[in-house]
Protein backbone atom coordinates (compact mmCIF):
# COMPACT_ATOMS: atom_id res chain seq x y z
CA UNK A 1 0.00 0.00 0.00
CA UNK A 2 1.37 3.45 -0.75
CA UNK A 3 2.50 5.89 2.21
CA UNK A 4 0.14 9.33 2.58
CA UNK A 5 3.07 10.23 4.48
CA UNK A 6 5.13 12.38 1.94
CA UNK A 7 8.93 12.03 3.44
CA UNK A 8 9.95 9.14 5.88
CA UNK A 9 13.68 10.38 7.72
CA UNK A 10 15.96 7.73 8.88
CA UNK A 11 17.77 8.11 11.99
CA UNK A 12 16.32 10.36 15.10
CA UNK A 13 19.88 12.27 15.71
CA UNK A 14 19.76 15.92 15.30
CA UNK A 15 19.83 16.12 12.09
CA UNK A 16 16.65 13.47 11.56
CA UNK A 17 14.47 15.35 14.51
CA UNK A 18 15.57 18.81 13.29
CA UNK A 19 14.10 18.00 9.58
CA UNK A 20 11.17 16.24 10.97
CA UNK A 21 10.44 20.01 12.27
CA UNK A 22 11.61 22.13 9.92
CA UNK A 23 9.36 20.11 7.64
CA UNK A 24 6.49 19.91 9.80
CA UNK A 25 7.14 24.49 9.49
CA UNK A 26 6.61 23.86 5.61
CA UNK A 27 3.27 21.86 6.07
CA UNK A 28 4.89 18.78 5.50
CA UNK A 29 4.66 15.70 7.30
CA UNK A 30 6.72 13.11 7.97
CA UNK A 31 7.90 9.86 9.91
CA UNK A 32 11.32 9.04 11.70
CA UNK A 33 12.91 5.32 11.98
CA UNK A 34 15.20 5.32 14.31
CA UNK A 35 17.48 1.75 14.95
CA UNK A 36 18.11 2.50 18.54
CA UNK A 37 15.60 1.52 21.28
CA UNK A 38 14.67 4.72 23.08
CA UNK A 39 16.60 8.08 22.22
CA UNK A 40 20.60 7.69 22.29
CA UNK A 41 22.36 9.66 25.09
CA UNK A 42 25.97 9.68 23.14
CA UNK A 43 27.16 11.65 25.42
CA UNK A 44 28.94 15.11 25.88
CA UNK A 45 28.13 18.55 24.69
CA UNK A 46 27.96 20.36 21.01
CA UNK A 47 29.02 24.26 20.61
CA UNK A 48 26.45 26.14 18.44
CA UNK A 49 27.52 28.98 16.32
CA UNK A 50 25.02 31.68 15.44
CA UNK A 51 24.59 30.47 12.05
CA UNK A 52 22.64 27.21 13.43
CA UNK A 53 20.83 29.32 16.19
CA UNK A 54 19.13 31.05 13.59
CA UNK A 55 17.88 28.16 12.16
CA UNK A 56 16.98 26.77 15.63
CA UNK A 57 15.30 30.37 16.63
CA UNK A 58 13.17 29.92 13.26
CA UNK A 59 12.12 26.40 14.58
CA UNK A 60 11.25 27.41 17.80
CA UNK A 61 14.34 25.21 19.52
CA UNK A 62 16.35 28.57 20.65
CA UNK A 63 14.29 29.31 23.40
CA UNK A 64 14.08 26.86 25.55
CA UNK A 65 17.50 25.62 24.84
CA UNK A 66 18.99 28.84 25.61
CA UNK A 67 18.74 28.24 29.16
CA UNK A 68 20.56 25.36 29.55
CA UNK A 69 23.77 26.30 27.65
CA UNK A 70 27.08 28.42 28.24
CA UNK A 71 27.36 31.18 26.26
CA UNK A 72 30.73 32.91 25.01
CA UNK A 73 31.89 34.31 21.69
CA UNK A 74 35.56 34.15 21.54
CA UNK A 75 38.00 30.81 21.52
CA UNK A 76 41.15 31.41 23.23
CA UNK A 77 44.65 30.40 21.88
CA UNK A 78 47.50 29.90 24.23
CA UNK A 79 50.85 28.66 23.77
CA UNK A 80 52.83 26.35 25.48
CA UNK A 81 54.07 28.89 28.14
CA UNK A 82 50.78 30.26 28.66
CA UNK A 83 50.67 33.42 26.35
CA UNK A 84 47.49 34.07 24.79
CA UNK A 85 48.58 33.59 21.10
CA UNK A 86 45.11 34.08 18.98
CA UNK A 87 41.14 34.41 19.33
CA UNK A 88 38.90 32.89 17.06
CA UNK A 89 35.37 34.50 17.03
CA UNK A 90 32.61 31.66 17.44
CA UNK A 91 29.27 34.11 18.12
CA UNK A 92 28.81 37.65 18.80
CA UNK A 93 25.24 39.17 20.11
CA UNK A 94 25.83 42.02 18.81
CA UNK A 95 27.29 41.35 15.13
CA UNK A 96 25.23 38.21 14.32
CA UNK A 97 22.38 38.38 16.48
CA UNK A 98 23.17 35.61 18.63
CA UNK A 99 26.01 34.84 21.36
CA UNK A 100 27.73 31.28 21.12
CA UNK A 101 25.72 27.94 22.80
CA UNK A 102 27.52 25.03 24.37
CA UNK A 103 25.30 22.86 25.65
CA UNK A 104 24.76 18.87 26.15
CA UNK A 105 24.03 17.15 23.56
CA UNK A 106 21.19 15.03 25.43
CA UNK A 107 19.91 18.84 26.00
CA UNK A 108 19.22 19.27 22.52
CA UNK A 109 17.93 16.01 21.55
CA UNK A 110 15.22 16.32 24.40
CA UNK A 111 14.19 20.42 23.39
CA UNK A 112 13.56 18.41 19.89
CA UNK A 113 11.72 15.56 20.70
CA UNK A 114 9.29 17.35 23.06
CA UNK A 115 8.70 19.75 19.80
CA UNK A 116 8.34 16.65 17.28
CA UNK A 117 6.14 14.88 20.02
CA UNK A 118 3.77 18.43 20.20
CA UNK A 119 3.51 18.12 16.55
CA UNK A 120 2.38 14.71 15.97
CA UNK A 121 5.39 13.57 14.58
CA UNK A 122 5.71 9.93 14.84
CA UNK A 123 8.99 8.19 15.75
CA UNK A 124 9.16 4.79 15.35
CA UNK A 125 12.16 3.49 17.78
CA UNK A 126 14.11 0.09 17.02
CA UNK A 127 13.76 0.06 13.20
CA UNK A 128 17.05 -0.50 11.45
CA UNK A 129 16.88 0.40 7.62
CA UNK A 130 18.81 -2.20 5.71
CA UNK A 131 18.07 -1.54 1.90
CA UNK A 132 16.24 0.24 -0.97
CA UNK A 133 14.26 -2.65 -2.90
CA UNK A 134 13.06 -0.12 -5.52
CA UNK A 135 12.98 3.82 -6.47
CA UNK A 136 10.50 5.16 -9.13
CA UNK A 137 9.74 8.28 -10.39
CA UNK A 138 6.97 8.05 -8.13
CA UNK A 139 9.06 7.26 -4.49
CA UNK A 140 10.77 4.41 -2.66
CA UNK A 141 10.48 1.38 -1.22
CA UNK A 142 12.38 0.00 1.13
CA UNK A 143 13.43 -2.85 3.45
CA UNK A 144 14.00 -2.54 7.18
CA UNK A 145 16.44 -5.09 8.95
CA UNK A 146 13.45 -6.76 10.47
CA UNK A 147 12.64 -7.79 7.10
CA UNK A 148 9.35 -5.50 7.17
CA UNK A 149 8.91 -2.84 4.19
CA UNK A 150 7.74 0.69 3.99
CA UNK A 151 7.51 2.77 0.49
CA UNK A 152 6.89 7.08 0.77
CA UNK A 153 7.37 9.68 -2.04
CA UNK A 154 10.79 10.67 -0.65
CA UNK A 155 13.19 8.98 1.69
CA UNK A 156 16.10 11.03 4.08
CA UNK A 157 18.73 9.36 5.31
CA UNK A 158 19.60 11.58 8.05
CA UNK A 159 21.71 8.08 9.71
CA UNK A 160 25.46 9.59 10.62
CA UNK A 161 28.41 9.06 9.33
CA UNK A 162 28.32 5.46 8.73
CA UNK A 163 24.95 5.79 6.60
CA UNK A 164 23.65 2.32 5.31
CA UNK A 165 20.82 4.96 3.37
CA UNK A 166 24.02 6.38 1.20
CA UNK A 167 25.07 2.66 0.06
CA UNK A 168 22.13 3.35 -2.62
CA UNK A 169 23.86 6.38 -3.68
CA UNK A 170 27.75 5.24 -3.57
CA UNK A 171 27.70 1.33 -3.07
CA UNK A 172 30.78 -0.11 -0.89
CA UNK A 173 31.64 3.59 0.03
CA UNK A 174 32.55 3.86 3.93
CA UNK A 175 33.94 6.57 5.98
CA UNK A 176 37.51 6.20 6.60
CA UNK A 177 39.07 6.44 10.17
CA UNK A 178 41.30 9.35 10.50
CA UNK A 179 43.38 7.54 13.29
CA UNK A 180 42.70 10.51 15.34
CA UNK A 181 40.19 9.82 18.48
CA UNK A 182 38.95 13.14 20.76
CA UNK A 183 39.58 12.32 24.56
CA UNK A 184 37.82 14.31 27.16
CA UNK A 185 36.48 14.10 30.12
CA UNK A 186 34.14 16.43 32.63
CA UNK A 187 35.80 18.33 35.30
CA UNK A 188 34.36 20.96 38.13
CA UNK A 189 35.48 24.25 37.21
CA UNK A 190 36.75 25.13 40.23
CA UNK A 191 39.47 22.30 39.90
CA UNK A 192 41.28 24.75 37.74
CA UNK A 193 41.81 26.73 39.93
CA UNK A 194 42.55 29.55 37.44
CA UNK A 195 41.77 33.37 37.65
CA UNK A 196 38.55 35.20 37.12
CA UNK A 197 40.74 36.36 34.20
CA UNK A 198 41.77 33.71 32.83
CA UNK A 199 39.68 33.49 29.16
CA UNK A 200 37.81 30.52 28.43
CA UNK A 201 37.25 28.15 26.20
CA UNK A 202 40.91 28.11 25.66
CA UNK A 203 42.78 25.74 23.95
CA UNK A 204 46.74 25.73 25.52
CA UNK A 205 49.04 24.40 22.41
CA UNK A 206 52.28 22.21 23.34
CA UNK A 207 54.53 21.10 20.31
CA UNK A 208 55.26 17.73 21.46
CA UNK A 209 51.58 17.01 23.41
CA UNK A 210 49.32 18.79 20.99
CA UNK A 211 46.49 20.77 22.17
CA UNK A 212 45.16 20.64 25.39
CA UNK A 213 41.37 22.15 25.24
CA UNK A 214 39.18 23.56 28.60
CA UNK A 215 35.38 24.37 27.49
CA UNK A 216 32.71 25.71 30.05
CA UNK A 217 29.65 23.82 29.79
CA UNK A 218 26.07 24.09 31.98
CA UNK A 219 24.34 27.22 31.96
CA UNK A 220 26.47 28.69 34.77
CA UNK A 221 29.83 27.28 33.39
CA UNK A 222 30.00 25.56 36.87
CA UNK A 223 31.61 22.42 34.82
CA UNK A 224 34.40 22.38 31.77
CA UNK A 225 35.15 19.84 29.18
CA UNK A 226 39.29 19.15 29.24
CA UNK A 227 40.49 17.24 26.24
CA UNK A 228 43.18 15.95 23.84
CA UNK A 229 43.66 14.59 20.54
CA UNK A 230 44.82 10.67 20.64
CA UNK A 231 46.77 9.64 17.29
CA UNK A 232 45.64 6.07 17.02
CA UNK A 233 48.61 3.34 15.84
CA UNK A 234 47.50 -0.20 14.02
CA UNK A 235 44.38 -1.20 11.92
CA UNK A 236 41.09 0.11 12.56
CA UNK A 237 38.97 -1.20 15.05
CA UNK A 238 36.22 -3.64 14.14
CA UNK A 239 32.96 -3.48 16.31
CA UNK A 240 33.75 -5.24 18.97
CA UNK A 241 37.33 -3.29 19.35
CA UNK A 242 35.85 -0.31 19.44
CA UNK A 243 33.19 -1.35 22.31
CA UNK A 244 36.78 -2.20 24.13
CA UNK A 245 38.24 1.20 23.66
CA UNK A 246 35.45 3.13 24.62
CA UNK A 247 33.89 1.08 27.47
CA UNK A 248 37.83 0.64 28.88
CA UNK A 249 37.94 4.40 29.75
CA UNK A 250 41.37 3.98 31.72
CA UNK A 251 43.79 4.19 29.16
CA UNK A 252 42.07 7.77 28.09
CA UNK A 253 42.23 8.94 31.62
CA UNK A 254 46.23 8.07 31.26
CA UNK A 255 46.46 9.38 28.33
CA UNK A 256 44.61 13.03 29.30
CA UNK A 257 47.30 13.27 32.46
CA UNK A 258 50.21 12.10 29.71
CA UNK A 259 52.67 15.58 29.93
CA UNK A 260 50.54 17.44 32.19
CA UNK A 261 54.32 18.52 33.68
CA UNK A 262 54.88 20.61 30.14
CA UNK A 263 52.38 22.63 30.06
CA UNK A 264 50.50 25.56 32.55
CA UNK A 265 49.63 24.45 35.53
CA UNK A 266 45.93 25.10 34.69
CA UNK A 267 46.21 21.40 32.89
CA UNK A 268 47.76 20.13 35.67
CA UNK A 269 44.75 20.66 38.13
CA UNK A 270 42.37 20.05 35.03
CA UNK A 271 43.88 16.55 34.94
CA UNK A 272 44.37 15.96 39.06
CA UNK A 273 41.35 14.08 39.25
CA UNK A 274 39.02 12.40 36.40
CA UNK A 275 36.29 10.59 36.67
CA UNK A 276 36.25 7.63 34.24
CA UNK A 277 32.46 7.89 34.38
CA UNK A 278 32.76 11.49 32.79
CA UNK A 279 35.21 10.81 30.00
CA UNK A 280 34.58 10.38 26.16
CA UNK A 281 36.12 8.66 23.68
CA UNK A 282 35.21 9.86 19.93
CA UNK A 283 36.71 8.69 16.81
CA UNK A 284 37.20 10.98 13.96
CA UNK A 285 36.11 9.73 10.63
CA UNK A 286 35.97 11.31 6.96
CA UNK A 287 34.08 11.25 3.61
CA UNK A 288 34.99 12.29 0.33
CA UNK A 289 33.43 15.01 -0.91
CA UNK A 290 30.45 13.33 -2.33
CA UNK A 291 29.07 14.66 -6.27
CA UNK A 292 25.53 14.08 -5.48
CA UNK A 293 23.42 13.93 -1.69
CA UNK A 294 20.50 12.60 -4.17
CA UNK A 295 20.00 9.59 -6.12
CA UNK A 296 20.65 9.76 -9.84
CA UNK A 297 17.66 8.07 -11.41
CA UNK A 298 14.45 10.15 -10.17
CA UNK A 299 16.22 12.10 -6.85
CA UNK A 300 13.79 9.92 -4.62
CA UNK A 301 16.56 9.15 -1.62
CA UNK A 302 18.51 12.33 -0.36
CA UNK A 303 21.47 12.26 2.09
CA UNK A 304 22.15 15.08 4.81
CA UNK A 305 23.88 16.04 8.02
CA UNK A 306 26.96 13.35 8.84
CA UNK A 307 25.68 11.22 6.39
CA UNK A 308 26.33 13.76 3.32
CA UNK A 309 29.61 15.09 4.74
CA UNK A 310 31.59 14.70 7.83
CA UNK A 311 33.59 17.93 8.53
CA UNK A 312 36.86 17.73 10.13
CA UNK A 313 35.63 19.54 13.97
CA UNK A 314 38.93 22.46 13.86
CA UNK A 315 36.10 25.16 13.08
CA UNK A 316 33.54 23.05 15.14
CA UNK A 317 31.00 23.35 12.14
CA UNK A 318 30.28 19.41 11.90
CA UNK A 319 26.69 19.83 13.77
CA UNK A 320 26.21 23.73 12.52
CA UNK A 321 26.38 22.65 8.78
CA UNK A 322 23.87 20.01 9.73
CA UNK A 323 21.40 21.89 10.82
CA UNK A 324 22.13 23.95 7.49
CA UNK A 325 21.45 21.21 5.28
CA UNK A 326 18.36 20.71 7.48
CA UNK A 327 16.36 24.17 7.04
CA UNK A 328 17.71 24.77 3.38
CA UNK A 329 16.47 21.26 2.67
CA UNK A 330 13.22 21.59 4.17
CA UNK A 331 12.65 24.97 2.57
CA UNK A 332 13.59 24.01 -0.76
CA UNK A 333 11.13 20.71 -0.86
CA UNK A 334 7.96 23.40 0.85
CA UNK A 335 8.48 25.57 -1.77
CA UNK A 336 7.74 22.82 -4.43
CA UNK A 337 4.51 22.61 -2.85
CA UNK A 338 2.32 19.86 -2.10
CA UNK A 339 2.76 15.98 -1.93
CA UNK A 340 1.47 15.98 -5.68
CA UNK A 341 4.12 17.98 -6.82
CA UNK A 342 6.75 16.33 -5.24
CA UNK A 343 5.91 13.77 -7.40
CA UNK A 344 6.82 15.86 -10.71
CA UNK A 345 9.57 14.39 -12.52
CA UNK A 346 12.18 16.54 -12.94
CA UNK A 347 11.55 19.25 -11.02
CA UNK A 348 12.73 18.02 -7.51
CA UNK A 349 15.69 16.79 -9.02
CA UNK A 350 17.27 20.21 -10.09
CA UNK A 351 15.79 21.67 -6.95
CA UNK A 352 18.40 19.39 -5.25
CA UNK A 353 20.67 19.59 -7.25
CA UNK A 354 20.46 23.70 -6.97
CA UNK A 355 20.50 22.86 -2.97
CA UNK A 356 23.33 20.32 -2.95
CA UNK A 357 25.43 22.74 -4.80
CA UNK A 358 24.77 25.47 -2.61
CA UNK A 359 25.17 23.69 0.18
CA UNK A 360 28.45 22.38 -1.04
CA UNK A 361 29.47 25.59 -1.87
CA UNK A 362 29.42 26.61 2.08
CA UNK A 363 31.23 23.32 3.17
CA UNK A 364 34.02 23.85 1.09
CA UNK A 365 34.25 27.50 2.78
CA UNK A 366 34.30 25.81 6.03
CA UNK A 367 36.93 23.73 5.21
CA UNK A 368 38.77 26.59 3.96
CA UNK A 369 38.37 28.09 7.45
CA UNK A 370 39.35 24.67 8.88
CA UNK A 371 42.83 24.93 7.02
CA UNK A 372 43.17 28.87 8.16
CA UNK A 373 42.63 27.26 11.47
CA UNK A 374 45.37 24.63 11.45
CA UNK A 375 47.58 27.02 9.53
CA UNK A 376 48.11 29.56 12.57
CA UNK A 377 48.15 26.29 15.09
CA UNK A 378 51.75 25.25 13.04
CA UNK A 379 54.44 25.78 15.82
CA UNK A 380 56.71 27.23 13.20
CA UNK A 381 54.18 30.14 12.77
CA UNK A 382 54.18 31.48 16.27
CA UNK A 383 55.34 34.80 15.47
CA UNK A 384 53.51 35.29 12.41
CA UNK A 385 51.11 38.59 13.07
CA UNK A 386 47.61 36.92 11.63
CA UNK A 387 44.72 39.16 9.64
CA UNK A 388 41.12 38.24 11.18
CA UNK A 389 39.04 35.55 9.73
CA UNK A 390 36.26 36.53 7.93
CA UNK A 391 33.54 34.55 9.43
CA UNK A 392 30.31 37.51 8.39
CA UNK A 393 29.40 34.82 5.51
CA UNK A 394 28.96 31.98 7.74
CA UNK A 395 27.55 33.47 10.80
CA UNK A 396 25.36 35.70 9.07
CA UNK A 397 23.58 34.01 6.31
CA UNK A 398 20.16 34.74 5.36
CA UNK A 399 18.97 30.80 4.70
CA UNK A 400 15.47 31.70 3.54
CA UNK A 401 16.97 33.85 0.48
CA UNK A 402 19.17 30.81 -0.11
CA UNK A 403 16.14 28.50 0.00
CA UNK A 404 14.27 31.27 -2.50
CA UNK A 405 17.40 30.66 -4.79
CA UNK A 406 17.88 27.06 -4.68
CA UNK A 407 14.10 26.53 -5.49
CA UNK A 408 14.81 28.65 -8.26
CA UNK A 409 11.67 30.90 -7.40
CA UNK A 410 14.02 34.10 -6.67
CA UNK A 411 12.65 37.54 -9.02
C1 LIG B 1 31.49 13.33 21.19
C2 LIG B 1 31.15 14.20 20.00
C3 LIG B 1 31.29 15.57 20.11
C4 LIG B 1 30.96 16.40 19.03
N1 LIG B 1 31.09 17.73 19.18
C5 LIG B 1 30.71 18.56 18.17
C6 LIG B 1 30.75 19.98 18.34
O1 LIG B 1 31.16 20.51 19.35
N2 LIG B 1 30.34 20.76 17.29
C7 LIG B 1 29.89 20.22 16.13
O2 LIG B 1 29.51 20.96 15.22
N3 LIG B 1 29.85 18.88 15.94
C8 LIG B 1 30.24 18.03 16.93
N4 LIG B 1 30.20 16.69 16.75
C9 LIG B 1 29.73 16.18 15.48
C10 LIG B 1 28.23 16.13 15.52
O3 LIG B 1 27.85 15.38 16.65
C11 LIG B 1 27.67 15.51 14.26
O4 LIG B 1 27.99 16.38 13.17
C12 LIG B 1 26.14 15.35 14.37
O5 LIG B 1 25.82 14.49 15.44
C13 LIG B 1 25.57 14.82 13.09
O6 LIG B 1 24.21 14.56 13.30
P1 LIG B 1 23.42 13.51 12.42
O7 LIG B 1 22.04 13.52 12.96
O8 LIG B 1 23.67 13.82 10.99
O9 LIG B 1 24.12 12.12 12.71
P2 LIG B 1 24.11 11.29 14.05
O10 LIG B 1 24.18 12.18 15.24
O11 LIG B 1 25.17 10.26 13.90
O12 LIG B 1 22.68 10.60 14.07
C14 LIG B 1 22.35 9.53 13.22
C15 LIG B 1 21.17 8.78 13.78
O13 LIG B 1 20.78 7.77 12.84
C16 LIG B 1 20.59 6.54 13.52
N5 LIG B 1 20.87 5.46 12.57
C17 LIG B 1 22.06 5.08 12.06
N6 LIG B 1 21.92 4.06 11.20
C18 LIG B 1 20.58 3.79 11.13
C19 LIG B 1 19.81 2.83 10.39
N7 LIG B 1 20.38 1.96 9.55
N8 LIG B 1 18.48 2.82 10.56
C20 LIG B 1 17.86 3.73 11.42
N9 LIG B 1 18.57 4.64 12.14
C21 LIG B 1 19.90 4.68 12.00
C22 LIG B 1 21.58 6.60 14.68
O14 LIG B 1 21.25 5.70 15.71
C23 LIG B 1 21.48 8.07 15.09
O15 LIG B 1 20.43 8.28 15.99
C24 LIG B 1 30.52 15.84 17.81
C25 LIG B 1 30.40 14.45 17.69
C26 LIG B 1 30.70 13.63 18.77
C27 LIG B 1 30.54 12.13 18.64
Same mark, same amino acid.
Given at each position: ????T ?6 A ?9 A?H???I ?14 G ?9 L ?28 DE =? %? &??? $??G???? +???SA???? /?????NV ?12 E ?6 H ?7 G????F??GS????P?L ?19 A ?6 G ?10 QA ?7 V?I ?11 PQ =? %? &??? $? ?5 ? +? ?7 ? /??G ?8 K?A ?9 N ?11 L ?53 T ?5 G?L????Q ?9 ? =? ?8 AR ?6 V ?23 W??S ?13 LE
Amino acid at each position: MASTTPVAIIGAGLSGLSLALALHHQNIPSVLYETQAAPLDIGGAIMLSPNALRILDRLNVFQPLEARGYKFEQLYFRSGDDE =L %V &DEF $EFGSAEK +YGYSALRVY /RYELINVLLDLVTQAGIRIEYGKKFDHIISETEQGVTWQFADGSESNAPLLVGADGIHSRVRQHLYPGLVAKFTNMLGITAAIPTAQLQASDDYSLPVTIMNPKHGAFVIAPQ =L %V &DGS $EVLVGKQ +YRFTGPEPD /REGWKKITSDKKWAVDFLRQGHENFPAIVDNATSSLSETKVNVWPFYLLPKLDTWASEKHARVVILGDAAHAIPPTAGQGVNQAFEDVYTFAGVVGKLGSESQLGAPGILKSA =LKNWQNGRQARIDRVLEVNDQINKRRMPSNEDVEFKPIDLEWLYSADFDKMVAEYAGSLE
